[in-house]
């Protein structure tokens, strides 16, 4: 029998683990496939150096040699997934792999790294922003890419939607013109770390469409408007519904004011995505239905406490949540918080 699973897994290009091992190694062929699939988490060990100079697409970077690797590590991964780990040449990721299945997580293992990915002739990607990899009903791909704040990129057959693009917030820089031009640009309001005219112009091209509030329309000089409660279609596998999205906290009430701003809420293929934009905890949240991802920010006196994103997150029920526009705010204890309630958080670089 023994003999028979490990011809099994040879199959697969899987190799049990020995000794000490607490997971199991991929060849590349065998990795490449596990990446693709919605359950499996593409971890990079290696130094944020060696991530930016060339990475697998898709796959998350913490620094194995920190410190804080575990913290972090449970922070931005999900014990229900799968984390594909690699390095340079699988040493670190094997340690990697160890420490996470002590864990409780189930790894798999990069054998022979990145190298053996470059020698295979594997893409490699040098897009350092993170990427998580959704499918919609039909099996279609859409990708979420972490841009920064409240800044994020979709990319759904072939089409590129881009939400609150800026192109500078603090030290951060977006070259948006290296970017393919915007099928779709939603703005949910004027404020700047949401709404730069600057990034608008750059991601416009003669089929872009500019969605957003009426403040916004009148700012920038044209816009289709959509007002809370209002729907749209997009096209014909996209629609965009805008949402509520205010403060209710007194001394707070005149950053965000009721019926001004959007949320958004896009159904992709039949995958919703839900953007919550400025808000607190509101009560229109109570109506919102069958979410799949949730973005909802996190930083008083503007938008949310940890403790208001959290009874947000439970109103919304979203399978997948992402605090988002969180600044200094210290998100970290979010996922254990909702762990019971069956809620996948996970935390980007939305700083």
């Known amino acids: 029998m023994k003999k028979i699973i490990t011809c099994l897994l040879a199959a697969l290009g899987l190799t049990s683990a020995c000794g000490q091992r607490n997971f199991q190694d991929v060849d590349v062929k065998g990795f490449s496939a596990l990446t693709s699939e919605p359950d499996v988490t593409a971890l990079d060990v290696r130094t944020a150096?060696?991530?930016a100079e060339g990475h697998i697409d898709g796959a998350v970077n913490i620094d194995v040699k920190q410190t804080d690797f575990l913290e972090k590590a449970k922070a931005a991964l999900a014990k229900d997934k799968r984390i594909a780990v690699y390095c340079r040449s699988g040493r670190r990721s094997a340690d990697a792999a160890n420490r996470l299945a002590a864990e409780g997580y189930q790894c798999i293992n990069l054998k022979g790294g990145i190298l053996a990915w470059k020698e295979a002739g594997m893409p490699?990607?040098?897009?350092?922003?993170?990427?998580?990899?959704?499918?919609?009903?039909?099996?279609?791909?859409?990708r979420l890419y972490a841009l920064v704040h409240a800044s994020i990129r979709m990319v759904y057959d072939g089409k590129e939607i881009e939400i609150d693009p800026v192109t500078k917030l603090g030290d951060k820089t977006i070259n948006y013109a290296a970017m393919p031009k915007a099928d779709y640009i939603l703005v949910t309001h004027e404020?700047?770390?949401?709404?730069?005219?600057?990034?608008?112009?750059?991601?416009?091209?003669q089929q872009t469409r500019f969605v957003t509030n009426q403040r916004c329309a009148d700012m920038f000089g044209s816009g289709e408007v959509m007002a809370n409660g209002d729907?749209?279609?997009?096209?014909?596998?996209?629609?965009?519904?805008?949402?509520?999205?205010?403060?209710?906290?007194?001394?707070?009430?005149?950053?965000h004011p009721k019926g001004r701003d959007n949320g958004y809420i896009l159904t992709i293929d039949g995958l919703r995505i839900y953007v919550?934009?400025?808000?607190?905890?509101?009560?229109?949240?109570?109506g919102i239905k069958d979410i799949d991802i949730a973005f909802l920010p996190c930083n008083q006196p503007y938008t949310m406490t940890t403790g208001q994103l959290v009874a947000a997150a439970r109103m919304v029920k979203p399978k997948v949540l992402f605090p988002y526009h969180y600044g200094q705010t210290d998100v970290s204890g979010v996922p254990a918080q909702l762990q019971a309630d069956g809620i996948d958080v996970r935390i980007r670089h939305y700083e």
């Open 231 to 255: 729907k749209m279609q997009l096209a014909d596998d996209i629609t965009i519904e805008a949402v509520p999205a205010y403060n209710t906290t007194e001394g707070h009430l005149q950053f």
């Open 49 to 51: 150096q060696e991530f």
């Open 191 to 205: 404020h700047f770390d949401h709404f730069s005219k600057e990034a608008i112009t750059t991601l416009t091209g």
């Open 124 to 142: 490699i990607s040098t897009d350092t922003y993170e990427v998580d990899v959704f499918q919609t009903k039909s099996g279609k791909t859409v």
């Open 276 to 286: 919550a934009g400025d808000t607190e905890d509101i009560p229109e949240m109570a």
